[in-house]
């Protein structure tokens, strides 16, 4: 390859990179983790800012036929507990969301994640 083209790759690669998406913003080091299995695991039907996530479509808006959205949590305020019976159980309707689609210390670090900065309006 010569170099311009390594260059020009580079360059495309840098810019690609950099326009996906917003970095997760959280105050402090121990919410990282919470905010990064959520981004991960749940940001395809939920939107929170704070974890760079914008996976809820608009009101009744569907994907590719297939009806993805979950609640908002930038407006949607939950508690901890909540959380843990949505991801053990599917969510409170169990149509739509997987159960268990994280377990153990991850669903307890995405639980306290969202009881802290869910409901915030960001």
């Given amino acids: 390859m010569s170099r311009r083209a390594l260059a020009a790759a580079l360059v495309l ?4 990179s950099g326009c996906q998406k917003e970095e997760i913003d959280v105050e402090s080091a121990s919410d990282e983790r919470g905010a990064q299995l959520f981004n991960e695991r749940c940001s395809g039907c939920h939107t929170l800012g704070v974890a760079s ?18 609640p908002s ?48 309006g960001d």
């Fill in 53 to 70: 996530s914008q996976g809820s479509k608009a009101e009744g808006e569907v994907s590719g036929g297939e009806r993805t959205n979950g």
């Fill in 73 to 120: 949590f930038d407006t949607r305020r939950v508690n901890a507990d909540d959380v843990l019976f949505a991801i053990r159980n599917g969510g409170f309707s169990g149509a739509i969301m997987p159960a268990n689609i994280v377990v153990g210390d991850d669903a307890q670090a995405v639980a306290d994640f969202l009881e802290k900065y869910s409901g915030n």
């Fill in 13 to 16: 690669g840098a810019l690609v």
